[in-house]
């Protein structure tokens, strides 16, 4: 496999979206695809496919295509998921419990084994929305990671406390950090964060949104739009 150079995120990101496709493609009894057809089902060039891939390696066959379960096997290789990976939990308030239930992660070899959070009314009580788990008091971080060998945290706590929870977790051994909270963390090169804003998400909806109706406006009749007063 081939990983040196800089590799663009955007690539890596494709990688993702390649795996989803295959997995489906493999579950449909698929043996091979070809680029053009992968690209068609995720509205990408098959050129583009091909140039993401190359970064990695030479893969596929002329005429033939590529060999599903080879590629999905060397795409989770690459994006670390041919492992399970112990994960934890930080905030067990309406995020950190919605992203406690969601079984998905676990099938994607993410396996969330313990939910911390400061709120002495939780301590001690099931998560509500996994019984399986129960939510357990910040003096057992250091100890659970270890324990239990996990490696990435799942930071769900309020903007204010995101920073210092963060840098106690990197310092107890975490590696890799999925921060929700609406900060920019400072915790680090050697730690790899990850953030997903949906505020940010929208307003670039909202963005592309507004753009196309102010090219469309030139065309069509105004129409009330809702302003913030
Ligand atoms: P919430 O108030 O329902 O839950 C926060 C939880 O964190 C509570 O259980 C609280 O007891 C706990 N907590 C507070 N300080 C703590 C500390 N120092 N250590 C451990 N636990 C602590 O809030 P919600 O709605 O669940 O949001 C959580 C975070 O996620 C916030 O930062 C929010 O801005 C962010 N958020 C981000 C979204 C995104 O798209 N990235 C979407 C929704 C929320």
Excluded: C
């Amino acid at each position: 496999m081939k990983t040196d150079g800089n590799i663009p995120a955007p690539a890596v990101r494709r990688l993702s979206l390649y795996l989803r496709q295959l997995e489906l493609l493999w579950q449909d009894d698929r043996q091979t695809v070809s680029s053009k057809e992968l690209g068609g089902a995720l509205r990408l060039t098959d050129s583009q496919i091909r140039k993401d891939l190359a970064y990695f390696g030479q893969f596929g066959q002329a005429g033939i295509g590529y060999d599903v379960l080879e590629l999905t096997t060397t795409i989770r290789r690459i994006l670390g998921t041919d492992r399970n990976w112990n994960v934890l939990l930080v905030g067990a308030g309406n995020l950190g419990s919605a992203l406690s239930a969601y079984r998905g992660f676990a099938k994607k070899g993410f396996r969330l084994v313990a939910v911390f959070d400061s709120d002495v009314r939780k301590i001690g009580k099931p998560v509500t929305s996994n019984p399986s788990l129960t939510v357990q008091s910040l003096a057992d971080l250091e100890k659970t990671i270890e324990q239990r060998d996990i490696e990435l945290a799942i930071n769900a706590v309020p903007a204010e406390a995101a920073q210092e929870i963060s840098q106690r977790l990197v310092d107890a051994g975490i590696r890799g950090l999925f921060n929700f909270a609406p900060v920019n963390l400072d915790v680090g090169a050697k730690v790899a964060v990850a953030s997903v804003d949906l505020a940010v998400q929208l307003e670039q909806l909202s963005f592309q949104v507004s753009m196309s109706q102010t090219l469309s406006e030139t065309d069509k009749p105004p129409r009330g739009r809702k302003r913030k007063s």
